[in-house]
């Protein structure tokens, strides 16, 4: 990479490249250096909280190394740990920096089910886990249903996803009344109700989930606004304190063709832009301009990009202080053009 950019912008680019990839990742401040311990794990869905309870129960004789299992945890938790703390140093932190801990986290977990205690928080964790695992497939065939039914008054569209994820539900839900009523009293019943509820979760996480929330997180109604203002008058695309490698990549995705925006992060480089160009910023940093920089700037309208309010604003052409304006022909086009 550092060679392609040496080869297309030459020294100046290669250090912008390196600040980007690394260094400037170094020392941006925006969340916590113990964002991964208290909110970034929710992507590992239920390993997280279920591995910590292992490890809890498990403290002592993880220490101590009393046997194989328990040795082969400490190293897992080692695993994690160096993982964690690692990637807790920079400061840009985002879900996919630690992907490496899913396996160990996985592997802890897991070790709930074949645990054979008679007593204690694992074996009372364990009876809880099972028996959602048991009613899993039906309540996700009620709220799959219940999305069919109501989710066009959200603004859901009822779509192959959701059918399908319907369909998978009931027949699940039929299975797993089936082995229930089958394999009582067998020791491999745990496991199959545990398979049971792992297949319902992919159901529900990849049928219905991630559709709803590639919905609600949809940018292109924003670009296409972008675009509708571009069509009427070019300029160019400056990013406000936003990026790079944030919400600018998702809209650039949605672009359908190349462009070259420009970032910038203080008022000052924002006054010193030419007229005609389109700046998109996060609502909150809109919110946050000078009052005197207000007023030299025209609000052409608000949407999302991903999951963040965003805007676009332009510099007022003639100069006068005419503060923010919200109502300008080109936001009604734009709202026309995507209701």
């Known amino acids: 990479m550092l060679v392609a950019a040496h080869l297309q912008g030459g020294e100046t680019f290669v250090r912008r490249v390196v600040d980007a990839q690394a260094a400037g990742r170094m020392v941006e401040s925006r969340v916590s250096h113990f964002y991964y311990c208290y909110g970034g794990l929710s992507g590992c869905a239920v390993s997280y909280p279920l591995a910590v309870l292992v490890v809890i129960a498990g403290s002592r004789r993880i220490l101590r190394r009393e046997d194989r299992d328990y040795e082969f945890i400490g190293y897992m ?52 886990f099972l028996a959602i695992c048991t009613f899993l497939p039906l309540l996700g065939t009620i709220v799959t249903a219940g999305i069919l039914s109501f989710g066009r008054y959200f ?90 490698d944030a919400e600018d990549i998702k809209l650039m995705v949605n672009y359908d063709k190349p462009i070259m925006p420009i970032f910038i992060r203080s008022p000052d480089e924002l006054l010193k832009c030419r007229k005609n160009s389109y700046f998109i910023a996060k609502k909150q940093s809109f919110d946050n301009l000078p009052e005197d920089v207000k007023k030299q700037i025209q609000l052409r309208f608000e949407g999302r990009i991903g999951h963040r309010n965003c805007v676009v604003f332009t510099l ?24």
């Open 77 to 128: 938790v080692g695993w994690v740990l160096i993982v964690l703390i690692a990637m807790s140093v920079p400061a840009a932190k985002k879900m996919r920096y630690i992907l490496p801990i899913i396996p160990p986290l996985s592997l802890v977990a897991a070790y709930l089910l074949v645990d054979s205690s008679p007593k204690g928080i694992l074996f009372a964790t364990r009876k809880t």
């Open 316 to 339: 007022h052409e003639s100069g006068e202080n005419i503060g923010v304006r919200t109502n300008s022909p080109v936001e009604t086009i734009g709202l026309a053009s995507t209701g």
């Open 155 to 244: 603004g859901l569209a009822v779509d192959v996803h959701f059918l399908t994820a319907l369909a998978l539900l009931i027949g699940l839900t039929i299975i797993a009344g089936t082995l229930k009523k089958r394999l009582r009293g067998y020791p491999n019943q745990d496991m199959a109700t545990a398979v049971v509820g792992v297949t319902a979760f992919i159901i529900v996480s990849i049928g219905v989930a991630q559709p709803i929330n590639a919905t609600l997180e949809c940018t292109r109604p924003f670009v296409e606004k972008v675009k509708l203002l571009q069509k009427e008058q070019p300029g160019d695309l400056i990013f406000y304190q936003i990026g790079p």
